[in-house]
Nanobody, 117 residues
Framework: VQLQASGGGLVQAGGSLRLSCATS????????MGWFRQAPGKEREFVAA????????NFADSVKGRFTISIDNAKNTVYLQMNSLKPEDTAVYYC???????????WGQGTLVTVSS
């Protein structure tokens, strides 16, 4: 499966962005889908995940209440809606797919999110 992330950009603190991750090769419902991010000089960290059915979601504590994750099966796309953005959310965001949580075999190319203060 191929993953194509998009939607990053520059936004002021308090603003919103929606990231998209389009899948090809297999349907998005075939995988657990996740979003990760890597800030400059830091290790990659988990942000959010959603089950195949879309019925279960998980979030890092740092984004709970501000980010949501969803699936559009008709478009084979996973979304990460990011609200109330903070400068510390600045990072390259990656989408990933795998058979289960904590086992992601496929990664997108990343999209840069920059939050200015």
């Amino acid at each position: 499966v191929q993953l194509q992330a998009s939607g990053g950009g520059l936004v002021q603190a308090g603003g919103s962005l929606r990231l998209s991750c389009a899948t090809s090769g297999r349907t998005v419902s075939s995988y657990v889908m996740g979003w990760f991010r890597q800030a400059p000089g830091k290790e990659r960290e988990f942000v959010a995940a959603i089950s195949r059915s879309g019925g279960n979601t998980n979030f890092a504590d740092s984004v709970k209440g501000r980010f949501t994750i969803s699936i559009d099966n008709a478009k084979n796309t996973v979304y990460l809606q990011m609200n109330s953005l903070k400068p510390e959310d600045t990072a390259v965001y990656y989408c990933a797919a795998g058979p289960r949580r904590n086992e992601y075999n496929y990664w997108g190319q990343g999209t840069l999110v920059t939050v200015s203060s």
